[in-house]
């Protein structure tokens, strides 16, 4: 297993277009996680699975947000209608539910909202 | 005010300096403190993680929690040009949603 994988790796859009993001977790781990970083800030939490089930979702994440995993497995993050404010660093993280601590996050998907 | 609060830097130390870098927290409910280090256009990575108080050492890494001030520390001793990055700490109620500082960004210079 080579770590959580995410695709694309730098998306470039405009104004009002919609996006997706994927994300592979490492195999074995059964929560998956969103966080989304702008350029001289830490990651900002935006939601996660159990499984195939969200059991939160920050309100950070607005209507146009949407994220699923739908076989417990991979997730997707689906922006609508993108504004220049969603231009960020969209990260992924998995663990395994028995470990009290360490998120593995993938390099990220760069989005940039013309 | 933030939940938590980070120097953003930029910090700028000689190779073998001695680095600190500090987060203070307001959340008493805070149990879970970690410190993340984060290079250019990568993801974080898990530096140290610890759940109570006191002083938690690995290599050239020690990570400092007091809560009863909400305030933790994470010292680099011996810091190395491969160090350069920024440093972001992190920390939980129940260890499902992290809350991260904005980072430190460290430079060590030869």
């Known amino acids: 297993d080579t770590g959580v994988s995410q695709d694309p790796r730098h998306k470039i859009t405009k104004r009002g277009q919609n996006v997706t993001f994927r994300c592979d977790p490492i195999s074995e781990h059964n929560r998956l996680y969103w966080y989304r970083q702008t350029l001289g800030q830490g990651p900002e939490f935006l939601t996660y699975f159990q499984n195939e089930a969200q059991l939160e979702k920050s309100r950070l994440l607005s209507d146009r947000f949407s994220a699923e995993r739908p076989k417990g497995s991979f997730s997707t993050l689906e922006i609508q209608r993108t504004e220049q404010g969603d231009s960020a660093m969209y990260l992924c993280a998995s663990r395994d539910q028995t470990n009290t601590g360490e998120l593995f996050f993938g390099e990220g998907s760069r989005l940039t909202v013309l | 005010q933030k939940e938590v609060e980070q120097d953003p830097g930029p910090l700028s130390v000689p190779e073998g300096a001695i680095v600190s870098l500090n987060c203070t927290y307001s959340?008493?409910?805070?149990?879970?403190f970690m410190w993340y280090r984060q290079y250019s256009r990568k993801g974080p990575e898990l530096l140290m993680y610890t759940y109570s108080s006191g002083n938690k050492e690995d290599g050239r890494f020690t990570a400092q929690v007091d809560k009863s001030s909400k305030y933790i520390s994470l010292f680099i001793r011996d810091s190395q040009p491969s160090d350069s990055a920024t440093y972001l700490c992190?920390?939980?109620?129940?260890?499902?949603?992290?809350?991260f500082g904005t980072g430190t960004r460290l430079q060590v210079f030869p």
């Open positions: 992190a920390m939980s109620v129940n260890t499902d949603k992290l809350i």
């Open positions: 959340n008493s409910a805070f149990q879970y």
